[in-house]
Protein backbone atom coordinates (compact mmCIF):
# COMPACT_ATOMS: atom_id res chain seq x y z
CA UNK A 1 0.00 0.00 0.00
CA UNK A 2 2.67 2.54 0.77
CA UNK A 3 4.44 1.92 -2.79
CA UNK A 4 0.76 2.73 -4.27
CA UNK A 5 0.16 5.90 -1.96
CA UNK A 6 3.92 7.20 -3.07
CA UNK A 7 3.03 6.75 -6.53
CA UNK A 8 -0.28 8.67 -6.10
CA UNK A 9 1.61 11.19 -4.61
CA UNK A 10 4.03 11.65 -7.42
CA UNK A 11 1.10 11.70 -9.98
CA UNK A 12 -0.63 14.49 -8.31
CA UNK A 13 2.49 16.40 -7.08
CA UNK A 14 4.67 15.76 -10.20
CA UNK A 15 8.14 17.09 -8.46
CA UNK A 16 9.78 14.45 -11.28
CA UNK A 17 8.65 17.49 -13.62
CA UNK A 18 10.21 20.62 -11.38
CA UNK A 19 13.33 22.23 -13.13
CA UNK A 20 15.77 21.07 -10.97
CA UNK A 21 14.68 17.03 -11.46
CA UNK A 22 13.31 17.10 -14.89
CA UNK A 23 17.04 17.21 -16.70
CA UNK A 24 17.71 13.92 -14.42
CA UNK A 25 16.56 11.59 -16.58
CA UNK A 26 15.61 8.91 -13.57
CA UNK A 27 11.86 7.75 -14.40
CA UNK A 28 10.46 8.10 -10.99
CA UNK A 29 6.84 7.52 -11.76
CA UNK A 30 7.65 4.38 -13.76
CA UNK A 31 9.54 3.21 -10.85
CA UNK A 32 6.86 3.51 -8.36
CA UNK A 33 4.29 2.25 -10.30
CA UNK A 34 6.08 -0.84 -11.04
CA UNK A 35 7.43 -1.33 -6.99
CA UNK A 36 3.54 -0.81 -6.18
CA UNK A 37 2.53 -3.27 -9.04
CA UNK A 38 4.97 -5.68 -7.09
CA UNK A 39 4.00 -4.98 -4.23
CA UNK A 40 0.50 -5.71 -4.84
CA UNK A 41 1.83 -8.96 -7.14
CA UNK A 42 3.59 -10.26 -3.69
CA UNK A 43 0.75 -9.53 -1.31
CA UNK A 44 -1.96 -11.58 0.31
CA UNK A 45 -4.55 -8.48 -0.69
CA UNK A 46 -5.50 -9.23 -4.05
CA UNK A 47 -9.42 -9.51 -4.65
CA UNK A 48 -11.18 -11.36 -7.69
CA UNK A 49 -11.85 -9.21 -10.54
CA UNK A 50 -15.46 -9.03 -10.37
CA UNK A 51 -16.63 -5.97 -11.38
CA UNK A 52 -17.40 -4.99 -14.54
CA UNK A 53 -15.02 -2.22 -14.83
CA UNK A 54 -11.87 -4.20 -15.18
CA UNK A 55 -13.15 -6.17 -18.35
CA UNK A 56 -14.87 -3.02 -19.83
CA UNK A 57 -11.00 -0.91 -19.92
CA UNK A 58 -9.35 -4.20 -21.16
CA UNK A 59 -11.47 -4.27 -24.08
CA UNK A 60 -11.58 -0.05 -24.52
CA UNK A 61 -8.26 -0.69 -25.14
CA UNK A 62 -8.15 -3.22 -27.24
CA UNK A 63 -10.71 -1.36 -29.15
CA UNK A 64 -8.53 1.44 -29.18
CA UNK A 65 -5.29 -0.21 -30.48
CA UNK A 66 -7.94 -1.73 -32.81
CA UNK A 67 -8.97 1.69 -34.07
CA UNK A 68 -5.54 2.31 -35.39
CA UNK A 69 -4.78 -0.82 -37.54
CA UNK A 70 -8.64 0.02 -39.36
CA UNK A 71 -7.21 3.56 -40.07
CA UNK A 72 -4.09 2.49 -41.82
CA UNK A 73 -1.50 2.43 -38.90
CA UNK A 74 -0.66 -0.79 -37.63
CA UNK A 75 2.28 0.33 -35.16
CA UNK A 76 -0.12 2.83 -33.51
CA UNK A 77 -1.92 0.01 -31.57
CA UNK A 78 1.24 -0.56 -29.72
CA UNK A 79 1.30 2.92 -29.40
CA UNK A 80 -1.81 3.46 -27.99
CA UNK A 81 -1.47 0.46 -25.77
CA UNK A 82 1.33 1.93 -24.17
CA UNK A 83 -0.80 4.93 -23.88
CA UNK A 84 -3.57 3.40 -21.83
CA UNK A 85 -1.16 0.70 -19.89
CA UNK A 86 -0.65 3.66 -16.60
CA UNK A 87 -3.99 3.83 -16.71
CA UNK A 88 -5.02 -0.02 -16.75
CA UNK A 89 -3.03 -0.89 -13.91
CA UNK A 90 -3.22 2.50 -12.03
CA UNK A 91 -7.11 1.40 -12.27
CA UNK A 92 -6.58 -2.26 -10.57
CA UNK A 93 -4.02 -1.14 -7.95
CA UNK A 94 -6.46 1.31 -6.67
CA UNK A 95 -9.79 -0.94 -7.08
CA UNK A 96 -7.99 -4.08 -5.51
CA UNK A 97 -6.88 -1.14 -2.36
CA UNK A 98 -10.20 0.17 -2.69
CA UNK A 99 -11.84 -3.08 -0.75
CA UNK A 100 -10.47 -1.58 2.50
CA UNK A 101 -12.45 1.49 4.14
CA UNK A 102 -9.07 2.30 5.77
CA UNK A 103 -6.82 2.20 2.15
CA UNK A 104 -10.13 4.22 1.05
CA UNK A 105 -9.91 7.07 3.35
CA UNK A 106 -5.66 6.72 2.80
CA UNK A 107 -6.04 7.41 -0.76
CA UNK A 108 -8.40 10.13 0.08
CA UNK A 109 -5.77 11.86 2.41
CA UNK A 110 -3.27 11.72 -0.23
CA UNK A 111 -5.68 13.13 -2.58
CA UNK A 112 -6.95 15.53 -0.91
CA UNK A 113 -3.45 16.96 1.02
CA UNK A 114 -2.23 17.04 -2.61
CA UNK A 115 -4.21 19.24 -4.19
CA UNK A 116 -4.07 21.72 -1.17
CA UNK A 117 0.12 21.88 -2.13
CA UNK A 118 -1.47 22.73 -5.94
CA UNK A 119 -3.68 25.22 -4.45
CA UNK A 120 -0.66 26.61 -2.36
CA UNK A 121 1.55 26.70 -5.22
CA UNK A 122 -1.70 28.28 -7.08
CA UNK A 123 -1.52 31.12 -4.35
CA UNK A 124 2.01 31.59 -4.25
CA UNK A 125 1.33 32.03 -8.24
CA UNK A 126 -1.11 34.77 -7.51
CA UNK A 127 0.75 36.35 -4.96
CA UNK A 128 4.47 36.54 -6.54
CA UNK A 129 3.64 35.61 -10.65
CA UNK A 130 4.89 32.45 -10.58
CA UNK A 131 5.51 29.49 -7.78
CA UNK A 132 8.12 27.65 -6.66
CA UNK A 133 7.66 25.05 -10.15
CA UNK A 134 8.81 28.26 -11.89
CA UNK A 135 5.51 28.17 -13.68
CA UNK A 136 3.51 31.60 -13.89
CA UNK A 137 0.12 32.10 -14.33
CA UNK A 138 -1.47 32.42 -17.77
CA UNK A 139 -4.54 34.04 -19.42
CA UNK A 140 -4.90 37.31 -16.90
CA UNK A 141 -3.94 36.03 -13.96
CA UNK A 142 -5.08 31.94 -14.00
CA UNK A 143 -3.28 29.43 -12.22
CA UNK A 144 -1.06 26.61 -13.42
CA UNK A 145 0.95 23.96 -12.03
CA UNK A 146 3.47 21.83 -14.55
CA UNK A 147 3.13 18.50 -16.36
CA UNK A 148 -0.81 17.52 -16.47
CA UNK A 149 -1.81 19.80 -14.76
CA UNK A 150 -0.06 22.96 -16.96
CA UNK A 151 -3.79 23.54 -18.03
CA UNK A 152 -5.87 25.54 -15.61
CA UNK A 153 -8.44 23.31 -16.31
CA UNK A 154 -7.17 19.84 -15.38
CA UNK A 155 -5.62 21.54 -11.95
CA UNK A 156 -8.93 22.63 -11.55
CA UNK A 157 -10.73 19.01 -12.06
CA UNK A 158 -8.23 17.93 -9.36
CA UNK A 159 -9.39 20.41 -7.28
CA UNK A 160 -13.35 19.42 -7.99
CA UNK A 161 -12.62 15.88 -7.40
CA UNK A 162 -10.48 16.41 -4.17
CA UNK A 163 -13.44 18.64 -2.50
CA UNK A 164 -16.46 16.30 -1.53
CA UNK A 165 -13.17 14.07 -0.39
CA UNK A 166 -12.02 16.72 2.36
CA UNK A 167 -15.82 17.00 3.57
CA UNK A 168 -16.16 13.32 3.85
CA UNK A 169 -12.89 13.45 6.30
CA UNK A 170 -14.28 16.58 7.69
CA UNK A 171 -17.72 15.20 8.17
CA UNK A 172 -15.61 12.55 10.51
CA UNK A 173 -14.69 14.68 13.56
CA UNK A 174 -12.34 13.53 16.60
CA UNK A 175 -8.99 15.58 17.93
CA UNK A 176 -11.60 17.62 20.09
CA UNK A 177 -12.88 18.95 16.37
CA UNK A 178 -9.45 19.95 15.46
CA UNK A 179 -9.76 17.24 12.46
CA UNK A 180 -13.05 17.93 11.63
CA UNK A 181 -11.55 22.48 11.23
CA UNK A 182 -8.53 21.05 9.09
CA UNK A 183 -10.45 19.16 6.65
CA UNK A 184 -13.56 22.14 6.22
CA UNK A 185 -10.20 24.44 5.63
CA UNK A 186 -8.87 22.34 3.32
CA UNK A 187 -12.18 22.31 1.27
CA UNK A 188 -12.23 25.86 1.43
CA UNK A 189 -8.99 26.10 0.70
CA UNK A 190 -9.53 23.74 -2.46
CA UNK A 191 -12.72 25.62 -3.90
CA UNK A 192 -10.50 28.84 -3.67
CA UNK A 193 -8.22 27.42 -5.86
CA UNK A 194 -10.87 26.44 -8.18
CA UNK A 195 -11.88 30.52 -8.55
CA UNK A 196 -8.24 31.20 -9.15
CA UNK A 197 -8.20 28.87 -11.97
CA UNK A 198 -11.02 30.58 -13.78
CA UNK A 199 -12.13 27.72 -15.11
CA UNK A 200 -15.92 27.92 -15.95
CA UNK A 201 -16.46 24.55 -16.36
CA UNK A 202 -15.06 23.99 -12.81
CA UNK A 203 -17.75 26.90 -11.72
CA UNK A 204 -20.52 24.81 -13.61
CA UNK A 205 -19.41 21.17 -12.06
CA UNK A 206 -18.93 23.38 -8.37
CA UNK A 207 -23.00 23.81 -9.43
CA UNK A 208 -23.68 20.11 -10.29
CA UNK A 209 -22.21 18.96 -6.92
CA UNK A 210 -23.89 21.33 -4.84
CA UNK A 211 -27.25 20.31 -7.31
CA UNK A 212 -26.81 16.64 -6.99
CA UNK A 213 -26.17 16.79 -2.94
CA UNK A 214 -28.90 19.08 -1.95
CA UNK A 215 -31.82 16.76 -4.80
CA UNK A 216 -30.78 13.70 -2.62
CA UNK A 217 -30.47 15.57 0.68
CA UNK A 218 -33.13 18.08 -0.02
CA UNK A 219 -35.26 17.33 -2.67
CA UNK A 220 -35.48 18.34 -6.65
CA UNK A 221 -37.45 22.10 -5.41
CA UNK A 222 -34.75 23.11 -3.08
CA UNK A 223 -31.73 21.84 -5.25
CA UNK A 224 -33.63 24.13 -8.22
CA UNK A 225 -33.71 26.67 -6.30
CA UNK A 226 -30.67 27.50 -4.80
CA UNK A 227 -29.07 26.16 -7.67
CA UNK A 228 -30.67 29.13 -9.70
CA UNK A 229 -29.80 31.37 -7.00
CA UNK A 230 -26.15 30.24 -6.71
CA UNK A 231 -25.66 30.31 -10.92
CA UNK A 232 -27.00 34.06 -10.18
CA UNK A 233 -23.90 34.31 -7.94
CA UNK A 234 -21.29 32.76 -9.50
CA UNK A 235 -22.39 34.94 -13.13
CA UNK A 236 -22.05 38.06 -10.93
CA UNK A 237 -18.55 37.42 -9.98
CA UNK A 238 -15.45 38.65 -11.46
CA UNK A 239 -14.87 35.88 -13.71
CA UNK A 240 -14.48 34.06 -17.10
CA UNK A 241 -18.63 33.01 -16.18
CA UNK A 242 -19.56 36.80 -17.01
CA UNK A 243 -18.92 35.43 -20.80
CA UNK A 244 -20.76 32.56 -20.65
CA UNK A 245 -22.54 32.76 -23.66
CA UNK A 246 -23.16 30.59 -27.05
CA UNK A 247 -22.05 33.16 -29.15
CA UNK A 248 -18.74 34.27 -27.46
CA UNK A 249 -15.92 32.92 -29.35
CA UNK A 250 -14.50 30.49 -27.04
CA UNK A 251 -17.72 29.08 -26.62
CA UNK A 252 -18.38 28.84 -30.60
CA UNK A 253 -15.20 27.11 -31.03
CA UNK A 254 -15.87 24.65 -28.62
CA UNK A 255 -19.47 24.03 -30.61
CA UNK A 256 -17.70 23.69 -33.98
CA UNK A 257 -15.36 21.03 -32.61
CA UNK A 258 -18.07 19.41 -31.23
CA UNK A 259 -19.68 19.56 -34.51
CA UNK A 260 -16.77 18.05 -36.47
CA UNK A 261 -16.15 15.20 -33.93
CA UNK A 262 -20.27 14.15 -34.74
CA UNK A 263 -19.11 14.78 -38.10
CA UNK A 264 -16.12 12.10 -37.70
CA UNK A 265 -18.34 9.75 -36.04
CA UNK A 266 -21.14 9.53 -38.87
CA UNK A 267 -18.22 9.31 -41.70
CA UNK A 268 -16.47 6.44 -39.62
CA UNK A 269 -19.47 4.94 -37.39
CA UNK A 270 -18.10 1.64 -36.60
CA UNK A 271 -14.07 2.10 -35.32
CA UNK A 272 -13.77 5.89 -35.66
CA UNK A 273 -11.04 7.82 -36.72
CA UNK A 274 -8.60 6.36 -34.08
CA UNK A 275 -7.28 7.32 -30.98
CA UNK A 276 -5.40 10.62 -31.16
CA UNK A 277 -6.04 11.16 -34.04
CA UNK A 278 -8.96 14.10 -33.93
CA UNK A 279 -6.59 16.91 -34.80
CA UNK A 280 -5.70 15.36 -37.62
CA UNK A 281 -8.95 16.17 -38.70
CA UNK A 282 -9.49 19.59 -37.27
CA UNK A 283 -7.29 22.06 -35.59
CA UNK A 284 -8.39 22.02 -31.82
CA UNK A 285 -8.96 18.92 -29.99
CA UNK A 286 -13.06 17.79 -29.30
CA UNK A 287 -13.37 20.44 -26.46
CA UNK A 288 -15.71 17.47 -24.67
CA UNK A 289 -14.96 13.80 -23.49
CA UNK A 290 -18.18 12.28 -25.07
CA UNK A 291 -17.66 13.66 -28.28
CA UNK A 292 -13.50 12.74 -28.41
CA UNK A 293 -14.44 9.36 -27.78
CA UNK A 294 -17.46 8.56 -30.16
CA UNK A 295 -15.34 10.37 -32.78
CA UNK A 296 -11.76 8.52 -32.02
CA UNK A 297 -13.47 4.91 -31.25
CA UNK A 298 -16.97 5.09 -33.08
CA UNK A 299 -19.69 3.48 -31.65
CA UNK A 300 -18.27 0.30 -30.38
CA UNK A 301 -15.61 1.75 -28.69
CA UNK A 302 -17.78 5.02 -26.95
CA UNK A 303 -20.40 2.49 -25.69
CA UNK A 304 -17.52 0.31 -23.86
CA UNK A 305 -16.53 4.03 -22.31
CA UNK A 306 -19.70 4.84 -21.30
CA UNK A 307 -20.53 1.57 -20.03
CA UNK A 308 -17.44 1.66 -18.19
CA UNK A 309 -17.74 5.50 -16.91
CA UNK A 310 -21.81 4.32 -16.49
CA UNK A 311 -21.56 1.51 -14.31
CA UNK A 312 -19.67 4.04 -11.46
CA UNK A 313 -21.83 6.28 -11.63
CA UNK A 314 -24.57 3.41 -11.14
CA UNK A 315 -22.49 2.09 -8.07
CA UNK A 316 -22.61 5.03 -5.09
CA UNK A 317 -26.34 5.05 -6.60
CA UNK A 318 -26.85 1.61 -5.94
CA UNK A 319 -26.35 2.50 -2.02
CA UNK A 320 -28.11 5.63 -1.80
CA UNK A 321 -31.20 3.87 -3.01
CA UNK A 322 -31.32 1.37 0.12
CA UNK A 323 -33.09 2.66 3.02
CA UNK A 324 -30.77 4.76 4.90
CA UNK A 325 -31.75 3.16 8.50
CA UNK A 326 -31.38 -0.45 9.08
CA UNK A 327 -32.86 -2.62 11.07
CA UNK A 328 -30.27 -4.00 13.11
CA UNK A 329 -29.06 -0.47 15.39
CA UNK A 330 -25.96 -2.82 15.70
CA UNK A 331 -24.69 -2.23 12.04
CA UNK A 332 -26.40 1.42 11.66
CA UNK A 333 -23.30 3.43 12.14
CA UNK A 334 -21.16 1.20 9.87
CA UNK A 335 -23.79 1.21 7.28
CA UNK A 336 -23.77 5.62 7.34
CA UNK A 337 -20.26 5.05 7.01
CA UNK A 338 -20.83 3.21 3.96
CA UNK A 339 -23.16 5.58 2.76
CA UNK A 340 -21.60 8.86 3.11
CA UNK A 341 -18.55 7.30 1.11
CA UNK A 342 -20.93 6.27 -1.57
CA UNK A 343 -22.29 10.05 -1.95
CA UNK A 344 -18.73 11.73 -2.15
CA UNK A 345 -17.64 9.00 -4.65
CA UNK A 346 -21.18 9.95 -6.63
CA UNK A 347 -20.39 13.95 -5.96
CA UNK A 348 -16.67 13.63 -7.35
CA UNK A 349 -18.17 11.53 -10.46
CA UNK A 350 -20.45 14.27 -10.90
CA UNK A 351 -17.63 16.84 -10.51
CA UNK A 352 -15.29 15.36 -12.81
CA UNK A 353 -18.16 14.83 -15.58
CA UNK A 354 -19.23 18.04 -15.28
CA UNK A 355 -15.73 19.20 -15.99
CA UNK A 356 -15.34 16.89 -18.87
CA UNK A 357 -18.22 17.91 -20.51
CA UNK A 358 -16.07 21.00 -21.95
CA UNK A 359 -12.69 18.94 -22.08
CA UNK A 360 -11.02 16.33 -23.93
CA UNK A 361 -10.22 14.39 -21.14
CA UNK A 362 -11.49 10.95 -21.55
CA UNK A 363 -8.01 9.15 -21.40
CA UNK A 364 -6.24 11.35 -18.08
CA UNK A 365 -5.07 9.45 -15.54
CA UNK A 366 -7.28 10.99 -13.09
CA UNK A 367 -10.10 9.47 -14.70
CA UNK A 368 -8.70 6.04 -14.40
CA UNK A 369 -7.70 6.99 -10.54
CA UNK A 370 -11.63 7.93 -9.76
CA UNK A 371 -12.89 5.45 -11.80
CA UNK A 372 -10.22 2.38 -9.86
CA UNK A 373 -11.94 4.02 -6.34
CA UNK A 374 -15.16 3.80 -7.33
CA UNK A 375 -14.56 0.14 -8.61
CA UNK A 376 -13.02 -1.04 -5.32
CA UNK A 377 -14.88 0.67 -2.59
CA UNK A 378 -18.45 -1.08 -4.40
CA UNK A 379 -16.21 -4.57 -4.56
CA UNK A 380 -15.62 -3.89 -0.67
CA UNK A 381 -19.46 -2.63 -0.01
CA UNK A 382 -20.50 -6.26 -1.79
CA UNK A 383 -17.85 -8.10 0.63
CA UNK A 384 -19.14 -5.77 3.66
CA UNK A 385 -22.78 -6.16 2.95
CA UNK A 386 -24.55 -9.31 1.53
CA UNK A 387 -27.82 -8.60 -1.04
CA UNK A 388 -25.74 -5.37 -3.13
CA UNK A 389 -26.69 -5.50 -6.94
CA UNK A 390 -24.25 -7.28 -9.07
CA UNK A 391 -23.75 -5.75 -12.41
CA UNK A 392 -23.50 -7.86 -15.40
CA UNK A 393 -21.97 -7.21 -19.15
CA UNK A 394 -23.55 -9.96 -20.25
CA UNK A 395 -27.42 -8.98 -18.88
CA UNK A 396 -26.60 -4.99 -19.58
CA UNK A 397 -24.78 -4.81 -22.99
CA UNK A 398 -28.47 -4.45 -24.95
CA UNK A 399 -29.38 -1.46 -22.63
CA UNK A 400 -25.48 -0.15 -23.11
CA UNK A 401 -25.91 0.15 -26.79
CA UNK A 402 -28.94 2.13 -26.66
CA UNK A 403 -27.83 4.24 -24.12
CA UNK A 404 -25.07 4.88 -26.02
CA UNK A 405 -26.83 5.31 -29.55
CA UNK A 406 -29.30 7.62 -27.54
CA UNK A 407 -26.44 9.72 -26.27
CA UNK A 408 -24.97 10.42 -29.09
CA UNK A 409 -27.97 11.78 -30.77
CA UNK A 410 -28.29 13.44 -27.65
CA UNK A 411 -24.87 14.91 -28.34
CA UNK A 412 -26.16 15.77 -31.87
CA UNK A 413 -29.18 18.03 -30.92
CA UNK A 414 -27.32 19.62 -28.26
CA UNK A 415 -24.84 21.12 -31.23
CA UNK A 416 -27.56 21.58 -33.33
CA UNK A 417 -29.26 23.73 -30.44
CA UNK A 418 -25.99 25.93 -29.80
CA UNK A 419 -25.66 26.93 -33.35
CA UNK A 420 -29.48 28.10 -33.51
CA UNK A 421 -28.60 29.98 -30.02
CA UNK A 422 -25.13 31.26 -31.38
CA UNK A 423 -26.62 32.88 -34.75
CA UNK A 424 -29.66 34.37 -32.98
Sequence with gaps: MLFLLVWLALVLIRPQEYPALVDMGIPILPIAMLGALGGWALSSERRPFRQPTYLLLVVFIVIGMFSMVVNGWAGGAISRF????PALIALVLIAQAGHSPRNMLRMMWVIALCALVLTIHGIEQVKLGQGWTGMPTVQDGRIQYVGIFSDPNDLAMLFIIAIPMALLMGGRGGAMGLRRLFWWSVAVALLYGVYLTDSRGSFLAVMAMAGVWLWLRRGLVVAGTLGAAG???????P???????????SAYGRIETWYDGIQMFLANPVFG????????HTFLTAHNSFVLVLAETGLIGYTVWLAMVGYCVLMPVMVLR???????????????EERRM??????AMVGFFACAFFLSRSYVILLYILLGLVTGWY?????????????????????????SLGSAI???LVVKVLFVMAAS
Excluded: Y
Aim: charged residues 20%; contains cysteine; glycine residues 8%.
Design 82 to 85: LHFL
Design 231 to 237: MAVLMAL
Design 239 to 249: TRMQELDAGES
Design 273 to 280: VGVGNFTE
Design 322 to 336: LPAVMEDPDHQQAWE
Design 342 to 347: AMTLLI
Design 379 to 403: GGAQERWAGLPVFSVRRDWFKWCVA
Design 410 to 412: ALW
